[in-house]
């Protein structure tokens, strides 16, 4: 099974507000992605977890906070966003046995919109 | 630093012909080279990678690629394409150990019945 699920499909949400999204695997992958796709443009890497721990975090501004609770869980915390933040929010994962050819597997992604 | 080209924004084709979606790269090392494809509203679904061996990759749906070292080219292939395929197509890139994808901009194409 190469599914990765993400939760809530849709979000809509004032640029005061706090909201999270969440993602799941059971692949037993140790790297786990968030990235953000504008419309017709490719993604955007955003953050990047190994082993539970952020390994790479691409200038993010701080209105977006990753966690990692476990193996299986990634989130991305959202607060005082602005309107620009509206897009497509995917969350990806990969084994992270080393070497280059590892594929990712996507969510289908939340659809944010801020007003 | 590694990069991709996807040198057509649209590609339009007639349903039953044949397909090809091209693919430029750029790596300083050994490249690692996917595609995938994106439906409206929908996540991206992972087709077919390279990464050593035949040059000529076959993955999902009848979709093959084919890998050409001297002309950093990784150019997507369908013999017949149904109007099903009518998506939105991302090649990637990663070089050796790498986490990090590097996207191509992404190819509209579009089967007409």
């Known amino acids: 099974d190469t599914e990765v699920t993400q939760t809530p499909k849709h979000l809509v949400m004032g640029m005061t507000n706090k909201k999270s999204l969440k993602c799941e695997q059971h692949?037993?992958?140790?790297?786990m992605y968030w990235y953000k796709q504008k419309a017709k443009k490719p993604p955007e890497l955003m953050f990047v977890?190994?082993?539970?721990?952020?390994?790479i975090n691409e200038s993010v501004p701080s209105r977006f906070s990753p966690e990692c609770p476990n193996s299986s869980l990634l989130n991305l915390h959202l607060h005082a966003l602005q309107p620009e933040d509206s897009a497509l929010y995917l969350c990806?994962?990969?084994?992270?046995?080393?070497?280059?050819?590892?594929?990712?597997?996507f969510g289908p992604g939340t659809r944010l919109l801020v007003l | 630093a590694q990069s991709v080209a996807q040198p057509e924004d649209q590609v339009n084709v007639a349903e039953g012909n044949p397909l090809t979606v091209k693919c430029t790269y750029s790596?300083?090392?050994?490249?690692?080279l996917f595609w995938y494809v994106q439906y409206p509203n929908r996540g991206l679904q992972f087709l077919l990678k390279?990464?050593?061996?035949?040059?000529l990759v076959k993955g999902s749906y009848g979709f093959e690629a084919e890998f050409n070292k001297s002309q950093t080219s990784f150019h997507l292939k369908k013999p017949s394409a149904l109007v099903s395929d009518s998506a939105l197509y991302f090649c990637?890139?990663?070089?050796?150990?790498?986490?990090?994808?590097?996207f191509g901009p992404g190819t509209r194409l579009s089967v007409l019945p």
């Open positions: 990806a994962s990969s084994s992270n046995r080393g070497g280059g050819g590892e594929t990712q597997y």
């Open positions: 692949m037993g992958h140790r790297a």
């Open positions: 977890y190994s082993y539970e721990k952020l390994s």
């Open positions: 790596v300083s090392g050994n490249p690692y």
């Open positions: 390279y990464i050593t061996g035949d040059n």
């Open positions: 990637a890139v990663r070089e050796d150990y790498g986490q990090n994808f590097v």
